[in-house]
Antibody, heavy 123, light 107 residues
């Protein structure tokens, strides 16, 4: 059974650094073709992709945010971490981690999601 | 960045009716890289369609996707009460972007 679960602080202050953890089970990020992304959703708004890390440790970031983002994985702990620096109230959102998998030539984008964690940025 | 524009913003229909949702891309999207998601209040999105027209595991056959290039559609042939939700299109051929969503509400 594939599951992902986000954890991290519910409240951060402006200018602080946010660190979120995605704990995965039911699959391994060392398996060829596996990818985990972070996606966020401000209250009442649309989804926004932030970053991705692949089984081979390739990393990709949303261009407009890449100076603030760092994604990393700890395969031994089955965890994917996201750091976002210089947090601002506009970064208030539910943050999700989601898996992308491949089978043959087919790509299954975000086929499993965590439940999400709401992060509020406020002094 | 490829911008995805969904229409309409809100669609009001009754159970049993047919729903057609549109997604237009600012530049051509390879069909293999176009997906649709359903999101209900308080829940994470759920993958419905990948590769523009393939249903994800467990998705009923009343959901179908089509289109190519810059114009894609999600059709729900006969609405069930549980289908009323927000729907997002998403492309992953040029980084990743989502549309702004279409809210499907009960009329």
């Amino acid at each position: 059974q594939v599951t992902l679960k986000e954890s991290g602080p519910a409240l951060v202050k402006p200018t602080q650094t946010l660190t979120l953890t995605c704990t995965i089970s039911g699959f391994s990020l060392s398996t060829t073709g596996m990818r985990v992304s972070w996606i966020r959703q401000p209250p009442g708004k649309a989804l926004e992709w932030l970053a991705r890390i692949d089984w081979d440790d390739d990393k990709f970031y949303k261009t407009s945010l890449e100076t603030r983002l760092t994604i990393a994985k700890d395969t031994s702990k089955n965890q994917v971490l996201l750091k976002m620096t210089n947090m601002d109230p506009v970064d208030t959102a539910t943050y999700y981690c989601a898996r992308t998998s491949h089978r043959g030539d087919s790509v299954f984008p975000f086929d499993y999601w965590g439940q999400g964690t709401l992060v509020t940025v406020s002094s | 960045e490829t911008v995805l524009t969904q229409s309409p913003g809100t669609l009001s229909l009754s159970p049993g009716e047919r729903a057609t949702l549109s997604c237009r891309a600012s530049q051509s999207v390879t069909s293999s890289y176009l997906a649709w998601f359903q999101q209900k209040p308080g829940q994470a999105p759920r993958l419905l369609i990948y590769g523009a027209s393939s249903r994800a595991t467990g998705i009923p056959d009343r959901f179908s996707g089509g289109g190519s290039g810059t114009d894609f559609t999600l059709t729900i042939s006969r609405l069930e009460p549980e289908d009323f939700a927000v729907y997002y299109c998403q492309q992953h051929g040029n980084s990743y972007t989502f549309g702004q969503g279409t809210k499907l509400e009960i009329k």
